[in-house]
Nanobody, 114 residues
Framework: QVQLVESGGGSVQPGGALRLSCAAS????????MGWYRQAPGKQRDLVAT???????NYADSVKDRFTISRDNAKNTVYLQMNSLKPEDTAVYYC????????WGQGTQVTVSS
């Protein structure tokens, strides 16, 4: 089992920035992928960004050039730096971890509103 603890959500005005963190613990093996998905009210859960343990990253087109994903393998922690936030970024953001199985965090709310 893998446990995920998220932090860093909140409310911000359009154009602002937030940083999300997610720490993984438990049975963690090399070769895993961590990342973030988000789900807005009434919509499906969508990919935001992922990063492998070797540092290869993948972004949704809607967040490229605004969001940056990174990770600290020594701490088993993934970060999402979100800049130039827009109202359409408002959603619950879920941490994601995959090795032999897939695990999800409890979700953290991000609200972008003036």
């Amino acid at each position: 089992q893998v446990q995920l603890v998220e932090s860093g959500g909140g409310s911000v005005q359009p154009g602002g920035a937030l940083r999300l963190s997610c720490a993984a613990s438990g049975r963690i093996f090399r070769g895993n992928t961590m990342g973030w998905y988000r789900q807005a009210p009434g919509k499906q859960r969508d990919l935001v960004a992922t990063i492998t343990s070797s540092g290869s990253s993948n972004y949704a087109d809607s967040v490229k050039d605004r969001f940056t994903i990174s990770r600290d393998n020594a701490k088993n922690t993934v970060y999402l730096q979100m800049n130039s936030l827009k109202p359409e970024d408002t959603a619950v953001y879920y941490c994601y971890f995959r090795n032999f199985n897939t695990y999800w965090g409890q979700g953290t709310q991000v609200t972008v509103s003036s």
